[in-house]
Structure formats: C-alpha cells, structure tokens
Nanobody
C-alpha cells in the first residue's frame, strides 16, 4: 500500500487547511487510517484516526478543531484543520493499518508540511 499526502502549506493562526492522503490499496475501505504529526527533535504524535467502520478518534489537542473523514470511492482520507494554532506546525503523516486493534500502523506516507504563523 502506498500513501501520498498533500495539502500542507503556510497559514496564519486561526486559518484552515485540508490535508488529503490518497492510498493505492484496492481494498481501501477495509483499512484503518490515521494522521500523525512530528516536529523536528520531538516524537511523532497521534492526531486523529478513522476506522474502517467510520469510528473516529482525536487527540485532545485537536478535538473540536480538526475533523478526519474518508471517501472510500476515492481511496482518500482527509484531515480538515480549522482554527489553526502555531503549535500545530509540524510535518503531517498519514498511515494505514489492517487491524483496528493493532498499536502500530503498517504503512506510512511521505508527509506534508504545515506551518502556522502567529
């Protein structure tokens, strides 16, 4: 499975961006998808996930501001980011896993950079 994330960019605080991640999987609907982010020098952190069932999870730091969704026809998972803050600045990665109960994701995209200025 190959994942390609795009949609990053530079935005002022309070602005919005939508990230997209296109997957090559033929059975995309069966995959559980996630978004993570990483700042240089820090560990990668969980942002949001959407299971194959449609169940969604969010990190507390983004809940109420970010929305994860998926389009199984387009093999795409989205991350709508509103009310962006400078602390949201990071490289964002999408990931996929078969088993919803697994801790680790099986496949990772290349990342797309988001910069939020104050």
């Amino acid at each position: 499975v190959q994942l390609q994330a795009f949609g990053g960019g530079s935005v002022q605080a309070g602005g919005s961006l939508r990230l997209s991640c296109v997957a090559s999987a033929r059975t995309f609907s069966s995959y559980n998808m996630g978004w993570f982010r990483q700042v240089p020098g820090k560990e990668r952190e969980f942002v949001a996930a959407i299971q194959s069932s449609g169940l969604r999870y969010y990190a507390s730091s983004v809940k109420g501001r970010f929305t994860i969704s998926r389009d199984n026809v387009k093999n795409t998972v989205y991350l709508q980011m509103n009310s962006l803050k400078p602390e949201d600045t990071a490289v964002y990665y999408c990931a996929a896993k078969r088993n919803s109960y697994a801790n680790d994701y099986d496949y990772w995209g290349q990342g797309t950079e988001v910069t939020v200025s104050s």
